[in-house]
């Protein structure tokens, strides 16, 4: 599975051998697509959301995404960080709450 990119090991540790193992419903690439197709299809560009409010916001209710897995976001939203069509921030306002911007 992990070589079909359908799950990711996962540690907390980088210097010791991973022991859990994320498996997705959608590859990151695909729940990227569909935060990005809400973000277009709702007129968001340029508009920044927290990491928290993206997954649990009553904007979101309804999509596919609603609720999801915190990491599962993440590397989503990495995703589209290196499609250049989203960037990371962490806020002083929301510390341990990172937020997104979509281009």
Not at 58 to 86: C, E, H, M, P, S
Request: proline share 4%; with cysteine.
């Amino acid at each position: 599975m992990v070589d079909q990119k359908q799950a990711t090991w996962e540690t907390d540790d980088k210097r010791s051998a991973p022991t859990q193992c994320l498996v997705y419903w959608h590859k990151p690439e695909e729940w990227a697509q569909l935060i990005y197709d809400w973000v277009q299809d709702n007129g968001l560009s340029n508009s920044v959301y927290t990491l928290y409010e993206l997954a649990h916001d009553d904007a979101t209710k309804g999509t596919a995404f609603y609720d999801i897995d915190y990491q599962v976001l993440r590397n989503a939203l990495d995703v589209l960080v290196v499609r250049g069509k989203a960037q990371l921030f962490e806020s002083d306002a929301s510390p341990g709450n990172p937020g997104v911007k979509f281009f």
